[in-house]
């Protein structure tokens, strides 16, 4: 059974709470502005003596914004630059913050940083804001996830999902469920203080129908992993078949421009070509590969190699044929490729000739077709989905992993109760599946856990 280490919290939070880091906050290079994030119990003092000004940081209330400048050490002007004070617990990180909003010129922000840092502040480390913002509780560790999803998103999908992560729509659904584990857990761990006397505080048929259907609860949020991992990563989809049937025109087709090369003559895509495109507000992946034929040629067989490999890897895979292309060679190609990723049959070149009932036909040259086609592709990997911006989605591998293993942990419990074994038994793996629980939103956590986690994190945030 796993345990909490309710002291390693303690000191992580108490070295952070010694601490003040400062970060450019804005991505690297050049632009109109850059902004550096001071925090920690020294911020506002720091920053005060860095800066010169009519007002002081130090003595500014939170939420205001001072205009002045930040000097060196030898008083010299480094750059005019605008101050916003937040004061504890009202800033991201629930510490005393200043954010300076300088211009951005690489140098000058630098420069700056280099002051701060003589001047008493410490260089934080990647994503130490974040980590910083949930040991002071202004997030919990699944909201505190979702901030580096909010930032990497790639389409409107990924981000409405991540706000909804972020607003706490999973974590209300796994604390409502860890509450529910908690109460009966706790009520079979009191029965045992009064074993002798034969007492019973909960129903055992209430007891039994509680953990069938929180277990169920727990298998539904997890399926929706399936769904979140394309929200969160997007459709990866394989072009595929053999050559000179047309991938590399359908990719530029999508694209709206020649990104592959496009000939004539058979093989001539050799190598993985990888774009992006958005389809109603969801991202889908293209990769054109090599045409599947045997070849003499080593480079070729390499390039078919990898197009097999993309193939199994893939969300969908988009089969192409042309007319003349023989009908058997091609179910037997698809067989071997497929597996259990599902397949679009498409019969390109439909501007020389339609193709057979019951196949896809499209033309990369007229466009004829390609609206049909981008709605096949969107209802073979989002079919089955009603996505709500009310509704808990699963988009971290992490979190699925966590809510089967606490699924598991509670149809043991189911198991040992039927069989009649002691509450001792049944309270135990209840315990077990909320502590699990508790690892997704943080009320359980290890520092190698946490590392894990913040390290992917850029520095500002």
């Known amino acids: 059974m796993r345990q909490s280490i309710p002291q390693l919290e303690y000191i992580c939070c108490m070295l952070y709470k010694d601490t003040t880091v400062a970060a450019l906050a804005t991505p690297p290079g050049r632009g109109a502005l850059a902004v550096i994030r001071l925090s920690g119990p020294d911020a506002l003092n720091i920053a005060a003596r860095c800066f010169s000004g009519t007002r002081s940081p130090s003595e500014e209330p939170g939420g205001r914004v001072i205009y002045g400048r930040i000097t060196d050490q030898e008083g010299q002007d480094i750059d005019d630059v605008l101050l916003s004070v937040f004061r504890a617990p009202h800033s991201f990180t629930g510490e005393d913050s ?128 399936r769904f979140g991992k394309v929200v969160h990563d997007g459709v990866h989809v394989a072009i595929a078949g053999p050559p000179n049937v047309g991938k590399s025109s359908l990719l530029n087709f999508f694209l709206k421009e020649k990104r592959a090369i496009v000939s004539p003559v058979p093989g001539t895509t050799r190598d993985l070509i990888r774009e992006e495109m958005t389809i109603d507000g969801f991202l889908f992946i293209l990769s054109d590969t090599a045409g599947l034929r045997d070849s003499d040629d080593l480079i070729e067989q390499e390039g078919v190699r990898r197009s097999r490999a993309i193939c199994r890897e893939a969300d969908l895979i988009l089969f192409l044929s042309d007319p003349g292309s023989d009908g058997t060679v091609l179910e037997e190609e698809i067989h071997g490729l497929a597996g259990d990723v599902p397949v679009l049959k498409v019969r390109n070149k439909a501007d020389l000739e339609s193709g057979p009932d019951g196949m896809l036909s499209v033309s990369a040259l007229t466009g004829d077709g390609m609206n049909v086609l981008l709605e096949r592709m969107k209802e073979a990997t989002l079919a089955g989905w009603q996505y709500s911006e009310q509704g808990a989605l699963v988009t971290s591998l992490r979190h699925r992993d966590a809510l089967l293993e606490a699924s598991s942990a509670l149809e043991r419990a189911r198991e040992a109760l039927e069989s009649g074994m002691s509450g001792e038994f049944v309270a135990l793996d209840i315990r077990s599946g909320m502590d699990i629980l508790g690892e997704i939103i943080g009320k359980i956590t290890t520092d190698d856990m946490l590392n894990a986690i913040f390290s992917g994190y850029c520095i500002g945030k």
């Open 98 to 225: 200043v954010e300076i909003s300088c211009h951005g010129n690489p140098l000058i922000a630098q420069k700056i940083l280099q002051r701060l840092f003589q001047t008493g502040a410490h260089p934080a480390e990647a994503g130490e804001y974040s980590r910083r913002a949930f040991l002071n509780g202004k997030l919990d560790l699944a909201q505190a996830e979702a901030v580096a999803d909010i930032i990497h998103a790639s389409s409107e999908a990924a981000l409405r999902g991540a706000r909804g992560q972020l607003d706490g729509l999973l974590s209300a659904q796994v604390g409502r469920l860890r509450e529910a584990l908690l109460k009966a857990g706790s009520l079979l761990e009191l029965e045992l203080d009064f074993s002798e006397e034969d007492v019973e505080f909960v129903s055992r048929v209430e007891l039994l129908a509680s953990l069938e259907k929180s277990a169920g609860m727990l298998q539904e949020l997890a399926a929706s992993y």
